[in-house]
């Protein structure tokens, strides 16, 4: 099973979510080889909960996952914490729905959740949790107390990373402090534009159906990470691209996907 576990359904935060958008994304992660996503939208994101009551009435939901345009799409949530830096949380959709309510006073900057009490809540809901872009200058993760960094279940090899700073340094760095921290690293494209799918992904040997079976897998090291030798590429293409539908978006409130 080839999954990622960083991915976005919306362009940006502040776009409102496109039913037709989605189901371009979910279709072309299908084409570039992928089997799973963890949908890992911003907790801040504009009308988190109108994605989810799109999928309710649009798809299946089996297991632990929704089944949709032939992929496994896993619920998910990515938070900020107030120290800064970002936190992946993959799970159930009962659990990440709840996680987001709990949130409901903690969307902005000002009063972010502190990331004990992230984790906290997290382990209340037995999830997968990862420290996503560990080493983005602009929302770092390093620099947090070394004994809640070891709560995590993993560490975020984002492919968005890979290509600002470096695959070979970037990938060395990010192992050297996982191995300090005793963490297992896991892929994440940060896809928010489909050229940038399987750009870097997970392949794993089991097919599993629930976040705690990807966790087992995780832990177990029962999959390889996968990076694209073009990689630059499909980032660098994704951005520009990305850059040209918010303008568009911005300019006439709406966006028309005929790709």
């Not at 929704?66 to 938070?79: A, Q, T």
């Not at 872009?133 to 993760?141: G, V």
């Not at 470096?166 to 896809?191: M, N, R």
């Amino acid at each position: 099973m080839k999954i990622d576990f960083h991915t976005h359904v919306k362009i940006s935060k502040q776009s409102t979510f496109m039913p037709e958008y989605f189901k371009e994304m979910m279709k072309e992660a299908k084409a570039s080889g992928l089997d799973a996503l963890a949908m890992t939208e911003h907790f801040n994101t504009l009308r988190f909960n109108d994605i989810y009551e799109y999928l309710a009435k649009n798809y299946p939901y089996e297991n632990g996952y929704y089944f949709v345009e032939g992929l496994k799409l896993f619920p998910g949530i990515e938070v900020d914490v107030k120290e800064t830096g970002h936190i992946l949380l993959i799970g159930g959709r009962e659990a990440i729905l709840n996680i987001r309510a709990a949130l409901d006073n903690h969307t902005d900057k000002s009063n972010f959740i502190p990331f004990k009490d992230l984790l906290d809540l997290a382990e209340k809901e037995d999830v997968l949790k990862i420290g996503a872009h560990a080493f983005r200058e602009s929302t770092p993760l390093h620099q947090h107390d070394p004994e809640q960094l070891m709560r995590l279940d993993a560490l975020d090899l984002n492919g968005k990373d890979l290509y600002a700073y470096g695959t070979d340094t970037y990938y060395q760095k990010l192992k050297s402090f996982a191995d300090e921290h005793g963490l297992p690293i896991v892929a994440g494209s940060d896809t928010h534009q489909f050229l940038q799918y399987s750009s870097v992904y997970n392949d794993f040997m089991v097919d599993c159906q629930t976040a705690a079976e990807l966790k087992s897998c995780i832990i177990n090291g029962d999959y390889k990470l996968e990076v694209s030798p073009t990689l630059e590429i499909k980032v660098k293409s994704a951005t520009l691209v990305k850059k040209l539908m918010k303008q568009l978006l911005n300019k006439s409130g709406r966006l028309e996907v005929n790709l």
